[in-house]
């Protein structure tokens, strides 16, 4: 994965209610770690699985979300147009 030289600027609470979002995944993909190293029942950890890859969707979609409504929409209001082909490159990747 390449990096960009672009940035986004987020305010304190933005940063806050994601990096909450991040440690609460942390956490789940932890005690993920923790059940198979107890050897916890496979239909237990598996729950575990589907429920931590909900919470990544979910803040995938708030990171999506954001995107389009500050990042896309102000390169389209300077006329960068190329930032549609960002966009649709985008949306293949998230809905693979």
């Given at each position: ?7 986004t600027?987020?305010?304190d ?22 059940m ?12 575990q699985?589907?429920a931590t ?44």
């Amino acid at each position: 994965m390449s990096k960009c030289c672009k940035k986004t600027e987020r305010d304190d609470e933005e940063k806050k209610k994601l990096l909450s979002r991040i440690n609460r995944i942390s956490g789940q993909v932890n005690g993920i770690k923790k059940m198979i190293e107890e050897d916890d029942y496979c239909n237990d950890i598996l729950i575990q699985i589907i429920a931590t890859e909900k919470s990544l969707k979910s803040l995938a979609n708030i990171m999506f979300e954001n995107h389009v409504y500050r990042c896309i929409s102000n390169d389209l209001e300077e006329g960068n147009m190329e930032v549609i082909d960002e966009l649709t490159s985008l949306f293949k990747r998230f809905n693979d």
